[in-house]
């Protein structure tokens, strides 16, 4: 079983819809949690940051976890074509080490 | 907004010369990362590096790689004798004083061996 599981898609939405990205995990030690996107040819780029379980809400974006079903989720409202990127799950273990632990990515296309 | 800034952007290598991949963390950060991305699959974790010294690795930052901070604003990556395998994007990472602290990643080098 992988560490980080993630949809790779691609996604394809219209403009203005609901977009929900999920990863699931399997190691139990993880305690930080995150959300990048990666334009092509780009880095990644920190969307949303959380420590344990709970929501936590910025602009457009809402990020979740439940740490009892190993699940993370990230929510775009009103998507906008400039959306159009691959979303990265990472997430790390509290202590130690700060090495994190990505998702391959899931490639989100917003059409007009 | 600081940013962590990489050089070159693309490095193009002939197969056993050695390389060095470039990184300008953000200035206030105290912990530094190295990460690849080889086409199409995930980022890997490489190396972490604190204080001078290397705080973790993994198993892919075997002998033929090094990093090291020659003064107070640069932090490298050294391939010493590269190999096809070793084509990828390599990103550089920097973080804050404190666990948990949130990552910021550079642009990253494309470098293809030939």
């Known amino acids: 079983q992988k560490e980080v599981e993630q949809d790779p898609g691609p996604l394809s939405v219209p403009e203005g819809a609901i977009v929900s990205l999920n990863c699931t995990y399997s190691n139990s030690a993880f305690q930080y949690f995150m959300w990048y996107r990666q334009y092509s040819r780009k880095g990644p780029e920190l969307l949303m940051y959380t420590y344990s379980s709970g929501n936590k809400e910025d602009g457009r974006f809402t990020a979740q976890v439940d740490k009892s079903s190993k699940y993370i989720s990230l929510f775009i409202r009103d998507s906008q074509p400039s959306d159009s990127a691959t979303y990265l799950c990472a997430m790390k273990s509290a202590g130690g080490g700060n090495k994190l632990t990505f998702g391959t990515g899931t490639q989100l296309k917003v059409e007009l | 907004e600081p940013e962590v800034t990489q050089t070159p952007s693309h490095q193009v290598t002939q197969m056993g010369q050695e390389v060095i991949l470039r990184c300008v963390p953000i200035s206030n950060h105290l912990y530094f990362y190295w990460y690849r991305q080889i086409l199409g699959q995930k980022v890997e974790f490489l190396v972490s590096f604190y204080n001078n010294e290397i705080s973790e690795k993994s198993e892919i930052f075997d002998d033929q790689f090094s990093v090291e901070r020659p003064d107070g604003s640069n932090f490298t990556l050294k391939i010493r004798s590269t190999k096809l395998e070793d084509s990828a994007m390599y990103f550089c990472?920097?973080?804050?004083?404190?666990?948990?602290?949130?990552?910021?990643f550079g642009d990253g080098t494309r470098l293809s061996i030939l």
């Open positions: 990472a920097s973080s804050g004083q404190g666990d948990g602290q949130p990552q910021h």
